[in-house]
């Protein structure tokens, strides 16, 4: 009877054994989990202080004399550079939504996620807040490519946005639930010289005259800046009703035009009428990540391809815009990992990250050729008329031009 008790115990223990390992109710799975903050907590977060050092990779701004660190959603570091050789660092703005900026005389205008704030510069010492544009512009945090599910059970309530995502392992959802997360990934994939400043080849914000344009991933929105403390949100123009296409990710002005750099291509938009600007002309490529410069009838664009940015190989695309509605193709230099890139006096500049900075002879626009290469990690560029300011991994590098398409170091920031 015992033996009899024994045998029907292992077997049911065998038994369960089977059954868990069939069951996959405990098995884990990586959640991308909202983060929430208050629009009020966020507006109040705002301050201005002394310098500060930072660990974080960020874009170049720079005007006649001073240069600016952007790091996104952290802040703006201000230097004074008036003297290149010796960059001193002044300021630092708060701003926890920050993502690009602009600067035209005396006013700096920055995003805060939602918002657009005007920063009176005119005393460096003491920059001032003296406008805040509520709820004017789109913003979509990136969403963690590593991520299985997204949890849509956690949302945003009224005053309150999503400011970004936070990695969880959860329990992986069964039956129902499964499909509803599988729904909710596929929805949020889907749905993500005359005062004026000069940004690098990133940059998103560009001023026009008496008009700020911004962009986020599908519209371009126009500000009326002719009153810096009484600026306002003059328009949102849809422009993937105009291209039908990929995600917005840099602007480049030249006279008129607007040149739009996107997932997709290049697009020109006319900008004359600076408060109504309109869709001229496209040049498409396959899916990959690219900024673009314009100088006088020729545009250049980067085009990377692997990882998020698509499947295309790494080049340089030159651009005929002499025919603004028809932009043609002139022709193709192929460069490993090309990130941003600058044009001055016929020669061109192109970082490529680990790969070093290039210095291409683009006089002739039909055969680019590579002059020199500078060993640093950088990944954009800004050619002022008077030297280079280059921007990499936790640091800035300028340089002064030297003769045979050669640089010379003047000044590196480290942080």
């Known amino acids: 009877m015992k033996f009899l008790k024994s045998l029907i ?31 009020v907590s966020i507006r109040n977060s705002v301050t201005v202080s002394a310098a500060r050092q930072t660990n974080s990779d960020g874009k170049i701004y720079a005007t006649e004399n ?108 069964q039956g129902q639930n499964l499909i509803m997360m599988e729904d909710a990934m596929t929805g949020i994939l889907s749905s993500n010289g005359n005062g004026v400043g000069i940004g690098g080849s990133y940059a998103r914000f ?10 986020d991933d599908y519209q371009l929105n126009v500000f009326n800046i002719s009153n810096p403390v009484n600026s306002f949100f003059d328009k949102a123009v849809y422009m993937t009703d105009w291209f039908g296409g990929g ?13 739009v750099g996107s997932t997709s291509g290049m697009y020109t938009v006319n900008a004359e009428d600076e408060f109504n600007p309109y869709f001229v002309s496209g040049f498409s490529h396959a899916t990959a ?20 940015c698509g499947a295309i190989e790494d080049q340089v695309n030159v651009i005929d815009v002499t025919d603004i509605s028809n932009p043609t193709l002139l022709s193709t230099y192929l460069l490993n990992q090309p990130y941003g890139l600058g044009i001055r006096d016929g020669v061109l500049y192109v970082c490529c990250g680990s ?37 990499g991994n936790n640091k800035i590098i300028q340089y002064n031009y030297g003769p045979n398409f050669s640089l010379q170091f003047i000044s590196e920031i480290n942080f």
């Open 9 to 39: 115990a292992c077997c049911s223990l065998v038994l369960f054994a089977s059954c868990s390992s069939d069951d996959t109710s405990n098995e884990k799975a990586l959640f991308a989990v909202p983060v929430i903050k208050s629009l």
């Open 66 to 173: 001073l240069l600016f660190y952007v790091v996104k959603e952290s802040g703006v570091h201000v230097f004074n550079n008036s003297n290149p050789a010796l960059p001193v660092n002044i300021a630092f703005i708060n701003l926890e939504g920050v993502h690009d900026i602009a600067v035209k005389g005396n006013y700096l205008y920055a995003d805060n996620y939602v918002d657009l704030l005007v920063f009176d510069i005119s005393n460096i010492t003491s920059i001032t807040l003296v406008q805040t544009i509520e709820n004017a512009i789109s913003f979509s945090p990136d969403f963690p490519t590593t991520a299985e599910f997204y949890d849509y059970t956690i949302n945003a309530n009224l005053g309150e946005i999503v400011t970004g995502y936070r990695l969880e392992n959860k329990n992986r959802p």
């Open 206 to 215: 560009q001023i026009n005259n008496n008009a700020l344009y911004t962009i």
């Open 247 to 259: 995600q917005f990710e840099t602007l480049f002005l030249q006279k008129e035009f607007l040149f």
């Open 289 to 308: 990540c690219d900024p673009v410069v314009v100088f006088g009838n020729t545009a250049y664009i980067t085009v990377r391809g692997g990882s998020s």
């Open 355 to 391: 790969e070093g900075l290039k210095v291409l002879d683009a006089s002739n626009s039909s055969n680019l050729t590579l002059q020199n290469t500078y060993n640093e990690n950088l990944i954009d560029v800004i050619p002022l008329s008077s030297h280079l300011i280059a921007v």
